[in-house]
């Protein structure tokens, strides 16, 4: 069974940077496309970025030029950079295993537990 653990979350200032790690076992983790969601008390979840099996990434407009997602395959890991936070960035954070790189949250089959990022101003 596929497990994915998350790290990296914390609190930091508008402006400054935090890098998420979540590490995948239990899974061929090379054969996914992994991405990052993210929720806040009330809302719905949602999609931050995605990238493929081959490197190729989408995100989210509201984090697009400011975050960055990455994958190490040896390492079963995918990370998270996000630069120029906001306050409006503050949620549980979420990395999940999907067959194809897509948009779509319904198209994750696992996810991990999550990790708080709150950023103040």
């Known amino acids: 069974q596929v497990q994915l653990v998350e790290s990296g979350g914390g609190l930091v200032q508008a402006g400054g940077s935090l890098r998420l790690s979540c590490v995948v076992s239990?899974?061929?983790?090379?054969?996914?496309?992994m991405g990052w969601s993210r929720q806040t008390p009330g809302k719905e979840r949602e999609f931050v970025a995605v990238?493929?099996?081959?490197?190729?990434?989408f995100y989210g407009d509201s984090v697009n030029g400011r975050f960055t997602i990455s994958r190490d395959n040896a390492m079963s890991t995918v990370y998270l950079q996000m630069d120029s936070l906001k306050p409006e960035d503050t949620a549980v954070y979420y990395c999940?295993?999907?067959?194809?790189?897509?948009?779509?949250?319904?198209?994750?089959?696992?996810w991990g537990q999550g990790t708080q990022v709150t950023v103040s101003s």
């Open positions: 990238i493929s099996r081959h490197g190729g990434q």
């Open positions: 239990g899974g061929p983790f090379s054969n996914y496309a």
């Open positions: 999940g295993t999907s067959a194809m790189a897509t948009r779509s949250l319904r198209a994750f089959g696992a």
